[in-house]
């Protein structure tokens, strides 16, 4: 279970600029396997692993941590 964390930033909810500026934000952030997908809309990001990959869904997640780290 994860362990809760304050939010330290953040863009105003239902702001026109927002979602623009989220997908300039996350636009280096890419899937490691080959099969792997990062879809990027708006305000969200979805992590597609089929269940035959070249990389497990653990360590995507493992790269997705790693790059909100170098972020903050």
């Known amino acids: 279970m994860s362990e809760f964390l304050p939010i330290t930033r953040s863009v105003v909810q239902g702001s026109g600029i927002g979602p623009g500026m989220f997908l300039v934000y996350i636009a280096d952030l890419k ?3 080959s099969l792997n997908t990062l ?3 708006a305000d ?3 992590l597609i692993v089929p269940a035959v ?3 497990s869904v653990e ?3 493992i790269n997705i941590k790693k790059w909100m ?3 903050a």
Do not use: N, W
């Open 31 to 33: 899937a490691l396997g």
């Open 39 to 41: 879809i990027k809309f």
């Open 44 to 46: 969200d990001c979805t």
């Open 53 to 55: 990959s070249d990389v």
């Open 59 to 61: 360590l995507e997640m």
């Open 69 to 71: 780290i170098s972020c």
